[in-house]
């Protein structure tokens, strides 16, 4: 009798350790599965989840195979960008629109400047068709618009133009702060411009604006003075920007290092190319401005 429980208390133990084992064994699959689908996740996301030193920018959106400024561009960017750039342009009726030129000419089917058209008539325009037929019927967006669609999804960098039209600089810098603060996204956006003016007037109306400075061919001049009196660094502070943004050819190691020492983030643009992207990874530059941002890995 007393054998008998033993055994039958004996299978019941047994029973019960194959029970737990199956039960860990389903939690570690469980687990597992979890694991991968995040990953995943990440992995579609460019692992934007994960902090990263270097940050790469969609200069225009993926404008190497969309056409610039265009929704085709900004959503074919999301998957590899952390950052969407943009460029912004008055309309005559006050409404900032997403375009690169002060003129329609290069990107739309239409004639004349950007300021001397209603957004009415500029939604008509074509600003497909010149990157490739199949891309015929694409609209310039307004930055509301973009606004409504990149929120929650991904960081904008809008740059203001500068046109020579002060009166018209100062409503596009108004008007870009306005909807920015409507929808709420001051802290995912940062505005850029070469005219360092343009951002320090938006600093004055709104201090928690986060501003770069851009540097390039057509200010270079200005650029190398600083250098030469070694003020870029005080330059920049004083301007109460965040960072600079420096054209490929102006940037090097030395101005790097001498702006990461006294808080300042830089960047870089433009750079397609992996081996190139590489170099200034290795410099340590905070922000990576690509057309093909596909193409790179950082």
Known sequence: MVAK?????????????????????????????IGKVIF?????????????????????????????NGFA??????????????????????????IHDDTLD???????????????????LDAGSWFGEEFSGERI??????????????????????????NLNLKTVEECVRLVKKFDMVEDVIVSSFDHDILSHLK????????????????RHHFYNLIK?????????????EGVNIGILLLSSKIVEDLKKVGLKVGVYTINEQNVAQKFLKLGVNLIYSNAPDRLKI
């Open 5 to 33: 429980l033993l055994r039958a208390e004996g299978k019941s133990v047994a029973m019960r350790t194959r029970k737990n084992s199956i039960l860990l064994l389903l939690i570690a699959i469980l687990v597992f599965i």
């Open 40 to 68: 995943r996740l990440d992995f579609l996301n460019g692992e934007k989840s994960m902090k990263k030193d270097t940050l790469l920018v969609a200069h225009r959106g993926l404008s190497a195979s969309y056409p610039e």
């Open 73 to 98: 561009a900004f959503k074919a960017a999301l998957k590899f960008a952390d950052i969407i750039e943009l460029d912004v342009h008055l309309t005559r009726d006050n409404v900032l629109v997403v």
């Open 106 to 124: 290069r990107t739309t089917d239409g004639r004349g400047k950007v300021a001397d058209f209603t957004l009415k008539e500029i939604k008509d």
């Open 141 to 166: 967006p307004t930055l509301e618009e973009v606004l409504k669609f990149v929120k929650g999804k991904i960081k904008l960098n809008i740059e203001i133009k500068n046109i020579e039209n002060e």
């Open 204 to 219: 004055e109306i709104a201090p928690k604006f986060r501003i770069y400075l851009i540097f390039g061919k057509r200010n």
């Open 229 to 241: 009196q070694n003020e870029l660094g005080s330059y920049i502070q004083k301007r109460q920007a």
